[in-house]
T-cell receptor, first 114, second 112 residues
Framework: GAVVSQHPSRVICKSGTSVKIECRSL??????MFWYRQFPKQSLMLMAT?????????EQGVEKDKFLINHASLTLSTLTVTSAHPEDSSFYIC??????????FGSGTRLTVV | GESVGLHLPTLSVQEGDNSIINCAYS??????FIWYKQESGKGPQFIID?????DKRQGQRVTVLLNKTVKHLSLQIAATQPGDSAVYFC???????????FGDGTTLTVKP
């Protein structure tokens, strides 16, 4: 089946530094990928839609200068959390749609900012 | 026995019983609906989907029911097993928009 690989699975960084999270579609091409954030015991909140070869579309309230998205190829999208602060600590998950049924999700990245 | 309720954050059932998880969606323009299972520390896993031109769809041990009149979705799990314990989310999307909006989620606990 279609696989979305997300890396790293866990990262701890110091406040003020930047962290890059990668999302790869392994056996299909994804012109569009989606980035979500999930706080403990809460649902997934869509942050942005990543579009290959063009600018990402951000949801209302999501700072595009803080959460930089790059979708440079049909199999890779990256999310960079810039100048991370403790309130950015969360579970970040990407997804893509490999066909006509469902969306495939990555395994998520647990970000802890200290 | 079955536990039925609307928008319950948690559901506890005995192993072997049937489970029913409910979800209300908000966008009348949504035409595609998916149920996901999420285990702790992992990304959501696709369970079953349904399009708005259907009101029922069955999979292996799972059934999804869609009531567009009241914008309600349910997931039925037959013969619930301990491995079914997880958080279950419904998601709605519009084919043209592409993106999915997730519901609040229900934590299912299966007691042996």
């Amino acid at each position: 089946g279609a696989v979305v690989s997300q890396h790293p699975s866990r990262v701890i960084c110091k406040s003020g530094t930047s962290v890059k999270i990668e999302c790869r579609s392994l056996d299909f091409q994804a012109t569009t990928m989606f980035w979500y954030r999930q706080f403990p015991k809460q649902s997934l909140m869509l942050m942005a839609t990543s579009n290959e070869g063009s600018k990402a579309t951000y949801e209302q309230g999501v700072e595009k200068d803080k959460f930089l998205i790059n979708h440079a190829s049909l199999t890779l999208s990256t999310l960079t959390v810039t100048s991370a602060h403790p309130e950015d600590s969360s579970f970040y998950i990407c997804s893509a749609r490999p066909g006509h049924r469902g969306y495939t999700f990555g395994s998520g990245t647990r970000l802890t900012v200290v | 026995g079955e536990s039925v309720g609307l928008h319950l954050p948690t559901l506890s059932v005995q192993e072997g019983d049937n489970s029913i998880i409910n979800c209300a969606y908000s966008n009348s323009a949504s035409d595609y609906f998916i149920w996901y299972k999420q285990e702790s520390g992992k990304g959501p896993q696709f369970i079953i989907d349904i399009r708005s031109n259907m009101d029922k769809r069955q999979g292996q041990r799972v059934t999804v029911l869609l009531n567009k009149t009241v914008k309600h979705l349910s997931l039925q799990i037959a013969a619930t097993q301990p491995g079914d314990s997880a958080v279950y989310f419904c998601a709605e999307s519009n084919t043209n928009a592409g993106k999915s909006t997730f519901g609040d989620g229900t934590t299912l606990t299966v007691k042996p």
